[in-house]
């Protein structure tokens, strides 16, 4: 696991290959990706059925 150091080192290089201006575009970006996700799981729960149902018994002959 990085420690505090190791992580401010790895968000200047991420700062100084992207910009600042790229960033909040990546941020907006992803943010939005996340928000559709969790719409998009929430209305599968919604529609999908709440109860399977049973399967029908094979009688072996």
């Known amino acids: ?3 505090p150091a190791e992580l401010a080192i790895i968000a200047l ?3 100084v290959v992207f910009g ?10 992803l943010g939005r990706g996340i928000r559709e996700f969790r719409e998009e ?7 999908a059925p709440t109860r ?5 018994s094979i009688n072996k002959q």
Do not use: F, R, S, Y
């Open 41 to 47: 799981a929430n209305i599968d729960e919604e529609t």
């Open 52 to 56: 399977l149902a049973q399967p029908k």
């Open 13 to 15: 290089i991420v700062v």
């Open 20 to 29: 600042v201006g790229k960033l909040g575009d990546i941020g907006g970006a």
């Open 1 to 3: 696991m990085p420690g």
